[in-house]
């Protein structure tokens, strides 16, 4: 089946740094979404990207899908201590496979205030 | 209402018992989803529906018995199960397609921690 790689597995920062974390696929994506989950509680729903080379922003929070859709990224400006969390991308590949999105293993965000 | 409300959040059973765990939503989704989450782990999809109909099964075992009797709610029949079925049970949303589940972006409810003895 599809497989997403996705690094660091662990990162820890000061509050004030900046965050990035990484998904790679072998395969070409349909989509890419990401996900928050804070400790003690559920995935949430961040942003979904469709197009080849998309960036999109959301406050201090930039998504890039890379332009063969294979590979993606989050990256976070200035963390802070409300950034805590683990970030999951979920892979769609579409075709036969709509609605089986296959989550990375997650990177955990560690923040020091 | 915006948001999937699952019952119980918390579940200890022993290994005989039968237990359900409940998902209920009001936002008129078509698509409704079970994932399980080992701690420290991403969610595994386990079962979806497409109005109303089984879709997808990822190789469940059998001691896992998904229902959906209604279009806002979905249910996950529990019985004789193992220690390691010990988990977060997450069920969630989207919106849906006539044609079947799409990639779309999910609404998850707060889940159910269920402890198997």
């Known amino acids: 089946g599809q497989q997403v790689m996705q690094i660091p597995q662990y990162q820890h920062v000061q509050e004030g740094e900046d965050f990035t974390t990484y998904c790679n696929s072998s395969t070409t994506l349909s989509n890419i979404q990401w996900y928050k989950q804070r400790p003690g509680g559920h995935p949430v729903f961040l942003i979904q990207?469709?197009?080849?080379?998309e960036v999109k922003k959301q406050k201090r929070l930039t998504f890039q899908f890379g332009e063969a859709k294979k590979n993606s990224s989050l990256h976070i400006t200035a963390t802070q201590t409300t950034d805590v969390g683990t970030y999951f991308c979920?892979?769609?590949?579409?075709?036969?496979?709509?609605?089986?999105?296959?989550f990375g293993q997650g990177t955990i965000l560690t923040v020091h205030p | 209402d915006t948001e999937v409300t699952q019952t119980p959040k918390h579940l200890v059973m022993g290994m005989t018992n039968k237990k359900s765990l409940k998902c209920e939503q009001h936002?008129?989704?078509?698509?409704m989803y079970w994932y399980k989450q080992k701690a420290k782990k991403p969610p595994e999809l386990m079962f979806v529906?497409?109005?109303?109909?089984?879709?997808i099964n990822e190789s469940v075992p059998s001691r896992f018995s998904p229902e959906c009797p209604n279009s806002s709610l979905l249910n996950l029949h529990l019985h004789a199960l193992q220690p390691e079925d010990s988990a977060l049970y997450l069920c969630?949303?989207?919106?849906?397609?006539?044609?079947?589940?799409?990639?779309?972006?999910?609404?998850f409810g707060s889940g159910t921690q269920l402890s198997v003895l």
């Open positions: 936002m008129g989704h078509r698509a």
């Open positions: 990207l469709v197009k080849s080379g």
């Open positions: 979920a892979a769609g590949a579409g075709g036969t496979s709509y609605g089986k999105l296959t």
């Open positions: 969630a949303s989207s919106q849906g397609r006539i044609g079947g589940p799409t990639d779309e972006k999910l609404l």
């Open positions: 529906y497409s109005y109303e109909k089984l879709s």
